[in-house]
């Protein structure tokens, strides 16, 4: 494993170099103000997949590359989620997604990594907007366990859920039940919440659909 994710990480920055090249020769040639509209348009697709592309490769060195240390502060859980919905809702335009929020305002605040827990939140956000119809509903909770002290923080949507069967894979790298994508992004995700000593659990909501669950500790993670 570890000597795939050695080739798999050197091909993906090889790669990188190649696309670096070819978006900034399509962005130069668009700056040309007196090009012909065909050509520009054409530019504008090949501009809009490597960029793609480059995200594609950024998430495979985030799966394949050691982990570096965490940020640490104090991190308002609700305020964070709020921002990664709407960083979701404007990467997903197309979709009038009934939203819901039930966010204790007791929740206490957690030591953790702000941008990559809302990284973690923004990809199951995305998750549940893609597996939902058109208009479709998703519900957000979050709620201390002081028992445990912890937080835990629930999405649930009314999409046609995941099989049994394909719940127990939908963490593994490049599993995916999607036409698009390379299935690492719930594998990043839950590497995160790892790192902080945390978890994320997916079962079947009650009403249909799924419920991922993260539960991250109040405690300081390890460094």
């Known amino acids: 494993m570890e000597l795939m994710d050695l ?3 050197q091909l993906a920055h090889e790669l990188k170099n190649a696309i670096a090249v070819i978006k900034s020769s399509s962005q130069f040639c668009l700056d040309w103000e007196d090009l012909p509209t065909p050509i520009r348009e054409n530019l504008s697709i090949i501009l809009q997949r490597v960029q793609k592309i480059d995200k594609i490769l950024n998430n495979l060195l985030n799966s394949t590359t050691p982990t570096t240390p965490l940020l640490l502060s ?21 979709k009038s997604v009934a939203l819901a929020m039930q966010l204790d305002p007791e929740i206490p605040p957690i030591m953790g990594d ?10 199951l956000f995305l998750n549940a907007i893609q597996a939902v119809t058109p208009k479709g ?10 028992s445990k002290n912890l937080v835990e923080i629930n999405i649930i ?3 046609p859920g995941i099989a049994k069967n394909q719940r127990d894979k939908i963490f593994a790298p490049f599993f995916t039940t999607k036409k698009e994508g390379i299935g690492l992004g719930l594998s990043i995700s839950l590497k995160n ?17 799924t419920k991922f669950s993260v539960r991250l500790p109040v405690t300081q993670p390890q460094r």
């Not at 509903?137 to 002081?146: A, G, T």
């Not at 000593?197 to 659909?209: P, S």
């Open 137 to 146: 509903k998703i519900m957000v909770q979050s709620r201390p366990i002081p």
């Open 157 to 159: 949507d009314n999409g």
């Open 7 to 9: 080739v798999m990480g």
């Open 114 to 123: 702000e941008e990559r827990l809302e990284e973690v939140f923004l990809n």
């Open 74 to 94: 104090s991190i308002d859980i609700n305020k964070l989620i709020t921002q990664a919905w709407k960083i979701a809702e404007l990467t997903s335009p197309k």
């Open 193 to 209: 919440v790892h790192h902080h000593n945390g978890n994320i659990y997916v079962q079947h909501g009650k009403g249909g659909g």
